[in-house]
């Protein structure tokens, strides 16, 4: 057992949004970036309504309209929430993961219970949570588990199949003489709920009388009858039976679809179905038509009144029946945890949320693009727009650098989709560009591989498995390249030299994971043009292992790749077409009394460079790293264990202006607050933040903005000293001591608040200035230190 002390993420809902400035999180924090559209369980606790997501759980606090989010964050334990259930005697909020892993929320504590999630037994999902008094009876895919919330550990379990077998366990309800009523996949358990030999199976009584051939996954006790609801093999719609007086009989309010849960307060029963919730008075009485959800999951009325809905679309919902109003409650966030690939540019960054399978064949995601300006989230998606709906599988998205307005969505089955002002303009295939489909396919399925700009805003796109599989966009005008090699490619990357790097899939039709192309600048003089293959032959590029998965252009022009063995690096990418010297290099690193190329063994899926010029890299099974310029030293290495990485397999790294990292992985993006940013030719927008530095803060001060290369000098409102220095020392692995310290990551300083003693900087206004190498560009901004 666990225990961890956690810290809520409020906000107002009836604020205006605060502006860009105060969205910034410390240098060193996390911050999730989540879906809250999907609402999956809802949970009444007199002065909070919690609402939880597949990815985390959220309150409104009744008494002034603010959310709080519990994260990973801010100390919840694992990611995947099946629902939460409160316990209102014992102030106990329980969190349910698909994994079995088990959260209580008491008095702003966290208690990770993982007993079920460790034992080898079969089926470990917690269908359902009961309580009955301080004990929690968890509906689980092989029998019921009986938690004591007060002594906080398991207390017993039940298998109360056939024999003592394992059946999978999906609702419980007791009745008024304290008889449980238990649906399972097979049937109808019933036992005394004070019986002392429950974990006897013996104890447990079928109930033949109702079909134990069926499943029965809903249940509840309200106006003295048990409700229960049945469901039968692929029937379109469940059966809401009621039991009473030793007799079982079909409620005649029963709607005709599935049933998601039954629910109850002392006043209300709520039937939330598939598309459609009602609520029923003490007589049974249809009391109110619950509205405002579009596809619900979970229904609850409050102990006021009040109908809570979590929608799978639209978030949470609230509905007064006296009056009708509706409110939507929407933290924001991406529409879905998926991300195949990002894309930053200045402080944007797009999701692209599709992706194809290990065979490069399409996954039929629904097509979407998810933006966010360092802000707010917006979602671009197919059902809005019937542009991008014609569409499916978003892998790749490029931004035109002459107007980032416009954007280009490369999908893997149709062809190309332009975006502008966050909604799809236009589609190009077949029949508009010079795109070809995928050879031995109709036309229609052009798949688009990856999309890439050139520093013109021309768009390139690869397509895969033709042999015009190379094209170009000059305006309206497009323009084909005949490379006569036809297999599936993936993303594309173009370097300071104009050539374009693109990523093959490695396999028996080919034994090259790499293919670099040079039009030399003349892309309508074919005869300039040409290619090569590589692969881990000496002389053809010597790429380690044998599939590519990651490729990016350092600040030095270095081309560094990721693979399934490692990373190596092409220092001289401009002597591809020369003859000359051009291999990949592994880099050697030492651990312990080993050398040892770096990362050899482990699978790189993602590579990016921030404002220093470091490398940030995401592996297959390892989580993140942070490796120095030359990726000879290790800053930092997260993994979901020791850090609130959502999982340690990732997907894709992108870096916006500001220094925040984004880290896609296969439970979502998360992104943290580094020491490095990307500088400007002059100051731009320059702030402090936190600003002001409270007593209660002690990480770090960061200033934003700053010209490339500044110097740096900060001094107290007399002109004391604390800190005068040059760009780019101490390096970033030096913070955290105890003296003066700083440095300056492209465009961002960083200070620890101390002075050259060592101690923390007194209460007053400091004031920056900063300074190109040839000392103009001169600025002063104030940092208020309140102790």
Not at 87 to 114: F, H, M, P
Request: aromatic letters at 12%; one cysteine or more; proline letters at 4%.
């Amino acid at each position: 057992m666990n225990r961890l002390h956690y810290l809520f993420l409020t906000f107002f809902l009836l604020t205006l949004a605060p502006a860009a400035h105060s969205q910034q999180v410390a240098i060193g924090q996390w911050r999730d970036e989540l879906p809250y559209a999907l609402v999956n369980s809802v949970a009444d606790a007199g002065t909070r309504i919690y609402a939880s997501t597949p990815y985390a759980v959220f309150y409104i606090n009744r008494e002034d309209n603010s959310v709080g989010r519990i994260t990973k964050i801010s100390g919840l334990s694992d990611i995947g929430i099946r629902g939460i259930r409160y316990n209102a005697e014992y102030k106990t909020l329980v969190i349910a993961y698909t994994n079995a892993n088990i959260d209580l929320i008491r008095d702003n504590t966290v208690i990770n219970i993982s007993d079920i999630k460790r034992k080898p037994i079969g089926n470990k999902t917690i269908n359902d949570v009961f309580f009955i008094g301080k004990n929690a009876y968890l509906s689980c895919g092989f029998g019921i588990v009986v938690l004591d919330l007060v002594k906080e550990e398991i207390r017993d379990t039940y298998y109360i199949g056939q024999n003592g077998a394992q059946v999978d366990v999906l609702a419980i309800t007791k009745d008024s003489h304290d008889t449980l009523f238990v649906g399972t996949e097979k049937g109808i358990y019933r036992a005394p709920a004070n019986d002392p030999n429950l974990s006897n199976f013996a104890t447990w009584v079928r109930d033949t009388r109702m079909d134990t051939t069926a499943s029965y996954p809903a249940a509840t006790f309200f106006s003295g009858k048990v409700f229960i609801s049945k469901r039968k093999g692929a029937a379109p719609a469940d059966t809401i039976y009621t039991y009473e007086n030793g007799k079982w009989q079909r409620w005649a309010n029963t709607p005709d679809q599935p049933v998601r849960n039954l629910a109850t307060s002392d006043q209300y029963l709520m039937v939330t179905g598939n598309n459609h919730v009602w609520a029923y008075g003490t007589n049974l009485e249809l009391y109110a038509n619950v509205y405002g959800a579009e596809y619900p999951l979970y229904g609850i009325p409050d102990h006021t009144g009040l109908m809570w809905v979590g929608d799978t679309y639209t978030g949470l919902v609230s509905f007064q029946p006296g009056t009708g109003l509706i409110t939507h409650v929407n933290l924001g966030g991406p529409s879905s945890a998926m991300a195949f690939s990002m894309t930053g540019y200045g402080n944007d960054i797009y999701i692209a949320p599709g992706g194809r399978n290990t065979s490069y064949g399409p996954t039929y995601t629904r097509p979407a693009v998810y933006h966010f300006n360092n802000d707010a989230w917006f979602n671009i998606e197919g059902y809005r727009n019937p542009v991008l709906n014609q569409a499916y599988d978003v892998v790749s998205v490029a931004v035109d650098p002459s107007d980032p307005k416009r954007i280009w969505a490369g999908t893997f089955g149709k062809g190309v989709v332009e975006i502008y002002n966050d909604s799809a303009v236009k589609r190009y295939t077949y029949g508009n560009s010079s795109l070809r489909n995928f050879s031995g396919s109709d036309t229609s399925d052009i798949r688009v591989g990856g999309v890439a700009t050139d520093p013109d805003g021309n768009l390139w796109v690869v397509c895969s498995f033709n042999n015009k599989c190379l094209h170009l966009k000059r305006g309206n005008q497009w323009t084909s390249f005949s490379i006569p090699i036809e297999i599936d490619m993936g993303q594309i990357l173009i370097d300071r030299h104009g050539q374009k790097w693109v990523q093959l899939r490695y396999g028996t039709m080919n034994s090259n994971p790499l293919l670099v192309f040079t039009d030399n600048h003349t892309p309508d003089n074919p005869a300039d043009d040409h290619y090569r293959l590589l692969n881990a032959a000496a002389g053809s590029g010597k790429i380690p292992g044998t599939t590519l998965y990651a490729m990016a252009e350092d600040k030095n022009g270095e081309i560094w790749i990721g693979t399934d063995d490692g990373i190596a690096v092409f220092y001289t990418p401009e002597n591809a077409f020369t003859g000359e010297n051009f291999d990949a290099q592994q880099i050697l690193v030492t651990q312990g009394n080993n050398v040892e190329y770096l990362l050899s063994g482990e699978t790189v899926t993602a590579i990016a460079v921030d404002g220093a010029n470091q490398k940030w890299v995401g592996t297959d099974r390892g989580g993140v790293y942070l490796f120095s310029e030359d990726g000879t030293k290790e800053i930092f290495h997260f993994t979901a264990d020791d850090s609130p990485l959502l999982s340690d397999r990732i997907t894709c790294i992108a870096l916006n202006k500001d220094g925040n990292v984004f880290f896609g992985t296969d439970n979502g993006v998360i992104s943290f607050r580094a020491s490095a940013s990307s500088g400007e030719e002059t100051n731009h927008d320059v702030y402090a933040f936190p600003n002001p530095v409270k007593e209660d803060y002690d990480g770090f001060i960061a200033v934003k903005g700053l010209v490339k290369n500044a110097s740096v000098r900060i001094t107290d409102i007399n002109g004391t000293l604390v800190y005068a220095g040059h760009a780019g020392s101490p390096t970033v692995e030096s913070l955290g001591g105890t003296s003066a310290e700083t440095g300056v990551y492209g465009g961002q300083v960083v200070w620890n608040g101390r002075n050259f003693d060592g101690k923390k900087a007194g209460t007053g206004v400091y004031l920056v200035f900063s300074a190109d190498d040839n000392g103009n560009e001169k600025l002063v901004t104030k940092i208020l230190i309140v102790r």
